[in-house]
């Protein structure tokens, strides 16, 4: 009798939390729970494979890394015949014999002893040196790359308001996202495929335009350009400028971005906030190029190319360029986000409207309430009154399997709904074995009690054997399957849990109950 009320306790407990969980499903705001995620194919929205240029990642740091030196040889005045990038991924160094080499090497020692040698030559009295990452290093930087931009992303899309997000890293150098519900699809793709480097260059106004136009480009500047759109026409133009390679500062510094509107033309622009670090930087910049121009360039397209008419302290500035107020909304996400650490490439994309997602829910929820009423009303011609208890589990054992996905914050998806279909079955499964047991122990006259005591025992192991296999089975494809699989597994799993607890815990509970406090002499079998 003790033992069956601590069971009745903890199947209570077990069932409460189950519909605490589910509750939320079926009427939103009653608990401070999520309700069931619907993926992908059931609520429609976006899917996406990309991939990461890592090696750009790495040719990057060999740049960021070649301008670091350039500093540090004017710093020392240590004089070099150029530094060039050689094969994308190498640094080549020019030195004249003489009394720079020395310095020149011991600088190397000092400040870049993470760089490789891949070569050293001297010819025609110049000492070259080219340098390179080590391999390890490289690999490093680009497993990096795809951690980073899986965060940026992340962090763009949360910003972006999507809820219940999948997004992960597939393989070694893509990332996986799903985006339920999003109707925008256009939108969502230019805002997760941004680049977003942010960058200030002042303009190159010793050289004239047109003649860099013609061909003629300065070796320290290049030509970007400025897009235009006439509200009027519709017309779009592009402005060139010609702007010095030298990076004077970048976003890295930024600690927010945010859309405000112009007093005076009632226009939307992007206000940003640089860190102390870049605030100092900005005041710098602005009070040693007085009434020179400073292009604010993003992804390699200038936004605006201002006069600087003083010094700017505060670490302030705005970035105009006729937005609309979603433009600027999705510029300020992206800058606040941060900018992705190599550009993205999009392989794969596959919408879902909502109308298949709806027919989906309704095809796999018709065909679960056939499969189960079929199932009950078997269980109930063929054992009887043992069968009811079987259809009360199974309907348990659904509720379970519901606030499991609540409970876990699992995802539901169509091939989720099939691996409930499969437990219920399963489900019955256990029961029929323990039921069987149960009428061969009576065939050979034992009382009711007795039979049910030999059929659990005996059955137990057998339904222990056959649920653990496949929960291992389903386990293995949540470790290693992707969507769909993974949907599958996870009902699969909760679904074997749920099955246990009901088949060997709750209906064991049920015909105790009868037998020993209602002291019911038969069974229904």
Known sequence: MKNLSWRLIVIAAVILAAVVYVIPTFQPGVWPHKKINLGL????????????????AVENTIERVGQEMRTLLKKERIRTLGIERVETVKLAVNVAEGDNVQPFEELLDEEFRDLRIADRTVKDGVLRIVLDLPDKEADHIRKLAVDQALETIRNRIDQFGVSEPDIRIQGEQRILIQLPGIKDTQRAKELIGKTALLEFKLLDEDHDVDAALSGNVPASSEILYETKEDPATRRVQKIPYLIKKRTSLTGAYLTDARVQIDSQYNEPYVSITFDKKGARLFERITADNIKKRLAIVLDNNVYS???????????????????????????????????????????????????????????????????????????????????????????????????????????????????????????????????????????????????????????????????????????????????????????????????????????RAIFDYFLINRKVRTISI
């Open 305 to 507: 190319a201002p006069v600087i008419q003083d010094k700017i302290a505060g670490g302030e500035a705005r970035i105009t360029g006729n937005f609309t107020t979603e433009e600027a909304r999705d510029l300020a996400i992206v800058l606040r986000a941060g900018a992705l650490p190599a550009p993205v490439q999009i392989l794969e994309e596959r919408t879902v409207g909502p109308s298949l997602g709806t027919d989906s829910i309704r095809m796999g929820l018709i065909s679960m309430c056939v499969g189960g009423i079929l199932v009950i009303l078997f269980m109930m011609v063929y054992y009887k009154g043992s069968g009811v208890v079987a259809d009360f589990a199974l309907m348990l054992n659904i509720l379970l399997i519901a606030g499991g996905l609540a409970g876990f914050g699992a995802t539901l998806t169509l091939p989720g709904i099939a691996g409930i279909i499969l437990t219920i079955g399963m489900a019955v499964d256990a029961n029929v074995l323990i039921f069987e047991r149960i009428r061969e122990e009576m065939t050979l006259g034992k009382t009711p009690r007795a039979a049910v005591d030999a059929g659990y025992a005996r059955a137990t192991l057998t339904i222990l054997d056959a649920n653990v296999t496949t929960l291992i089975a389903a386990l293995v494809l949540f470790q290693f399957g992707t969507g769909p699989v993974k949907g599958f597994a996870v009902t699969l799993s909760l679904g074997v849990v749920a099955s246990l607890f009901t088949a060997l815990v709750l209906t």
């Open 41 to 56: 194919d059931l609520q429609g929205g976006m899917h996406l494979v990309l991939e990461v240029d890592v090696d750009k």
